[in-house]
């Protein structure tokens, strides 16, 4: 049995405005999706249906052959990394990744939050405290904790979005090795064209009013990443020509939103 992903016929209303319109997806078990899109086109509030922080107006959400589209967020074998990292100041980062097992009523937590640190390379300050932290090393603490809960799935909302251009880098390089490591179903949203092609083997371009998906892409550079830098792919002309096609796509919907507006 796998775990995969199924979005049937999701539609999101905010009274009369059609945030999501009838969409259907498929994310397979262990693959890495991405969204993008310009404001306003459904991609967070797709993202928070997942999550269960909305409930969708009609459709189902399927996490293998678990319906959860009613299901509480904390029952959700699904967990959220934020822009805001969300790291706890007043705890130790070993107790931060530690959060959510000792919630759950696991006793026994040592070797589990050990490993995940070690996996993001920050086993060496297990002991500091957030605030001593670089956003890079803090956004690797998040991601440790998600890890270390075992969800089926992961979502990343916007995760890199406030770092700087060179740890942004580094970070984009540490996900893919984590997603290949660990086996996980990935989705990430992101305002970042560049981003979104170096992430996701799957690309979903979304259009708004109402939100829906726009274009689909398979793409090949997240697997590239994993063996050549991410600096070399970004020069090559499939990156490129897929970019340019992309910003051009966003850039008309932009224009159709002002011209309506």
Known sequence: MTDDLVLAGVTKRFATFTAVDDLDLVVPQGSF???????????????RMVAGLEEPTEGAISLGEQDITRLKPYKRPVNTVFQSYALFPHLTIADNVA????????KQVADDVRRMLELVELADLAGGRPAQLSG???????????????PSLILMDE?????????????????????????????????????????????????????????????????????????????????????EEILSMIWDMEEEIMGHG
């Not at 999706?33 to 993202?47: E, I, N, R, V």
């Not at 959060?99 to 696991?106: E, I, V």
């Not at 770092?163 to 996980?184: C, V, Y």
């Open 136 to 150: 890079g090393q803090q956004q690797r603490v998040a991601l440790a904790r998600c890890l270390v809960n075992d």
């Open 33 to 47: 999706f991405a969204l993008l899109g310009p404001s306003g086109c459904g991609k967070t509030t797709t993202l």
């Open 159 to 243: 995760p890199l979005g406030a770092l700087d251009a060179l740890t942004r880098e580094k970070m984009q390089s540490l996900i893919l090795e984590l997603w290949k490591k660990t086996g996980k179903t990935i989705i990430v949203i992101t305002h970042s064209v560049e981003e979104a092609l170096l992430l996701g083997e799957r690309l979903f371009v979304m259009a708004p009013r109402p939100g829906r998906i726009h274009r689909e892409y398979n793409l090949p550079f997240a697997e590239m990443g994993l063996t050549r830098s991410l600096r070399e792919i970004k020069q090559t002309s499939e990156f490129s020509s897929i970019r």
């Open 99 to 106: 959060f959510g097992l000792r919630r759950r009523g696991r």
